[in-house]
Nanobody, 120 residues
C-alpha cells in the first residue's frame, strides 16, 4: 500500500502565498506522475498541476504563472507553491500519485486532502 500525507493548507488573505507538501510512503518502486487536484464546494475535482519524474509539468490555465509544482524523487515528495492567491482558489487540495510497488503492482493513491481558504 502507498500512503500520501499532505500538509501546508490554511487560511490566507488574497494576494498571499501558501506552500503545500505531500509525502508518499510505502512499498514504492517508482512514482510517475505526482500531482495536485482541488475540489471547491459544489464543484467537481479538478486538476491543478502535475509533474513527471523527469520534471515535466502541466498546469491548469487558472493557476499558470501563480503556482509552481516541484518534486524530490529521492524523498517521494511533491510540493505546490501557491502565490498571488485568489478567493476562487479556495478548495480542498488533494495530492495524487501513481506508480509501481516493489511487487510491480500499479497504484493510484490519493491523500486525505488539505483545506486552503483565501479570504477577500
Amino acid at each position: 500500500q502507498v500512503q500520501l500525507v499532505e500538509s501546508g493548507g490554511g487560511l490566507v488573505q488574497a494576494g498571499g502565498s501558501l506552500r503545500l507538501s505531500c509525502a508518499a510512503s510505502g512499498i514504492i518502486r517508482s512514482i510517475n506522475p505526482m500531482g495536485w487536484y482541488r475540489q471547491a464546494p459544489g464543484k467537481q475535482r479538478e486538476l491543478v498541476a502535475t509533474i513527471t519524474s523527469r520534471g515535466s509539468t502541466r498546469y491548469a490555465d487558472s493557476v499558470k504563472g501563480r503556482f509552481t509544482i516541484s518534486r524530490d524523487n529521492a524523498k517521494n515528495t511533491v510540493h505546490l507553491q501557491m502565490n498571488s492567491l485568489k478567493p476562487e482558489d479556495t478548495a480542498v487540495y488533494y495530492c495524487n500519485a501513481g506508480g509501481l510497488t516493489l511487487a510491480y503492482t500499479p497504484f493510484d493513491s490519493w491523500g486525505q486532502g488539505t483545506q486552503v481558504t483565501v479570504s477577500s
